[in-house]
């Protein structure tokens, strides 16, 4: 698994925006004033008469994107998910509410957005969108997954939310692996300890393996890009081999992918965990990494809990 | 009038058949809510006269094929008039009639805010109020991608005029220059609470929407004549327009007349009797 390289998610969203774009002439891309940044810009210069900028109107853009999915349009919209959550009203009785081909990015989720600070960093995004009925909750890790996503969104039926992050992440995909959504990825196997993470929290995941490694403990990684539908079968499946979990995710640990899992294991499985994600706090201005690590998003966090779950 | 071929427009109608139908909406919406005892009568009524213009004279829609390409849209943005679209629809074959005693029950189609995936004829979702429009937008910008020359109607209340999203969406439809794109505003003058101009002013609405840089009509909303015409103008200008409808909320009956207590009240079986009486037609 190297993890040298990194690669940017909104470009990887930008690339697959295009590539889907020339398949389906039915699909339209509505931005509010952040497409540039976004990167969905790059579907607006390839097929500028299916592109749509509404300026910073929120609202508006979830209810055009409505609108056009009403006329059998299949619509890909988004902004920073600070703002998108103005429209939760026009999400949830728009477009969830009438089963819409709307599929909603957020970008810049989370505290590791860095110097914008608190009022940037989106903590609560992921339990909203999970309490939605019909809503599909996908928080992509790397490049490749967030290609392979936006590919199979765009391609089925209905709404979902896809969070993507500001910052370039390690790739850590080959790019010949079948990501699907509901599928969560075992990206290394283990005995002692399952450990669960989402979108920037996966590659400080892998770290906290090897650290593990180093005291004799096994570790197992799981990347759940879906929040919802939730893969049930795998978390439990690991669960019942390593008798201890630890998520990990740049969220509120109140809603998100730790809530998820313990919802899925308490009924299933009722297994030790422990959380690792924000503390029911907002974030601050600092460099992505320095917050995250003040945070307590990152291994040697990771690593405290398992070693701590590990030895009860 | 039910039978009528609506896909070339329903102009068989003259101008006393659009009377009757507007009495007997009136006594359907009455009757319907009688039978819910749960609902928004004031602004179902004030609404008469547009729906009639617009489902017997002016749309091209087919209630044998609801989701017909070609069809005018009809988008009802005050999602609490449901029952005057609802009884508009019925009369227009959509549905049984019948099936208006069904309101707001249990596993009714027809839910108290229209539910577009429940009911044929519906087009999009009602119940937060200042969304209508920018779906409005979404529908006429898919029109234009599709080569087609379908217009789209968008029905707001007065008091929507609060939500701010209405002003977004009417700086994008002039920005996407939306000739196909006609909303209408029920200006019945109260809301939930009271009068707009109490509760939040709406007096220059006109200058409002002129500044946006729509077309604005300004019309008795109560005068099938004025609306009909009106919506005969509003189209083709280059840009959107809006009718604004001075209408009466509760129009019809006169203890319901302006007054905001039957905004979401229906009224006792004794005054409903007397309302229902009020709103016959009386050859006029």
């Known amino acids: ?312 | 009038m039910q039978g009528t071929d609506f896909t070339i427009s329903g102009r068989a109608a003259d101008l006393r058949d659009l009377r009757i139908i507007a009495a007997d909406l009136r006594k359907d919406i009455l009757e319907t809510l009688g039978k819910s005892n749960s609902g928004h009568p004031g602004g179902s009524l004030s609404t008469v006269e547009i729906l009639t213009s617009l489902y017997f004279y002016k749309m091209r829609h087919n209630p044998k094929d609801p989701k017909w390409a070609e069809r005018d849209r009809f988008l009802l943005s005050k999602g609490h008039a449901a029952p005057a679209l609802y009884c508009v629809l019925a009369k227009c074959g959509y549905f049984p009639k019948e099936e208006l005693g069904t309101l707001r029950k249990l596993n009714s189609r027809l839910q108290g805010h229209p539910d577009p995936n429940k009911l044929p004829g519906v087009e999009i979702p009602g119940g937060p109020e200042g969304i209508g429009l920018s779906e409005g937008i979404g529908m006429a910008l898919a029109a234009r991608l599709d080569k087609r020359k379908h217009v789209v109607y968008v029905l707001m209340g007065d008091g929507e005029q609060d939500e701010g999203e209405v002003w977004e969406a009417a700086m994008a439809a002039v920005k996407f220059k939306l000739e196909n794109l006609v909303a209408i505003i029920d200006k019945n003058g109260v809301q939930q609470e009271g009068k707009t101009m109490d509760i939040m002013p709406t007096d220059s609405l006109a200058e409002k929407w002129r500044a946006f840089n729509w077309e604005v009509i300004e019309v008795d909303g109560h005068d099938l004549q004025m609306v009909m015409n009106a919506l005969d103008e509003a189209t083709g200008k280059g840009k959107p327009v809006v009718v604004i409808a001075k209408t009466i909320k509760g129009k019809g009956v006169d203890f319901m007349e302006g007054n905001p207590e039957y905004h979401g009240k229906v009224p006792n079986k004794e005054l409903l009797e007397k309302a229902i009486k009020q709103v016959e037609y009386k050859g006029n």
């Open chain 1, 1 to 312: 698994m190297g993890e040298t390289k990194t690669a940017s998610l909104r470009e990887a969203l930008g690339e697959a925006l295009v590539s889907l774009g020339g398949e389906k002439k039915d699909m339209v891309v509505v931005g509010a004033d952040t497409t540039e940044s976004m990167k969905t810009l790059e579907f607006g210069k390839k097929f500028p008469e299916r592109f749509f900028n509404v300026g910073i109107a929120e609202q508006n853009m979830i209810g055009i994107s409505a609108g056009l999915a009403l006329s059998g349009k299949t619509v890909f919209c988004g902004t920073y998910v600070v703002f998108l959550e103005r429209a939760i009203d026009q999400i949830r009785n728009t477009v969830a509410y009438c089963n819409l081909d709307v599929k909603i990015i957020g970008s810049h989720g989370g505290i590791s957005v860095g110097p914008d600070g608190g009022s940037h960093q989106a903590i609560e995004d992921l339990s909203i969108m999970r309490a939605i009925p019909r809503m599909v909750v996908l928080a992509p890790a790397d490049s490749y997954s967030t290609k392979a996503l936006i590919r199979q969104a765009g391609m089925s039926k209905g709404p979902a939310y896809i969070r993507i992050l500001r910052s370039a992440t390690p790739m850590l995909y080959k790019g010949n692996e079948d990501i699907r959504i509901g599928k969560a990825e075992v990206l290394e196997g283990g005995s002692d300890l399952t450990i669960i993470a989402n979108g920037i929290m996966v590659s400080e995941a892998l770290r906290a393996a090897s650290m593990l490694k180093e005291k004799g403990i096994s570790s197992e990684v799981i990347d759940c890009h879906t929040i919802k539908p939730i893969d049930t079968e795998t978390i439990i499946r690991s669960a019942k081999k390593t008798g201890a979990v630890v998520t990990a995710e740049d969220h509120n640990v109140f809603g998100g992918l730790g809530s998820a899992v313990a919802e899925v294991l308490s009924m299933g499985h009722p297994t030790r965990m422990a959380m690792v994600g924000v503390k029911d706090t907002f974030g601050e201005s600092g460099d992505g990494p320095e917050l995250m690590k003040k945070y307590g998003l990152c291994s040697e966090n990771i690593f405290n809990e398992a070693i701590k779950l590990v030895k009860k």
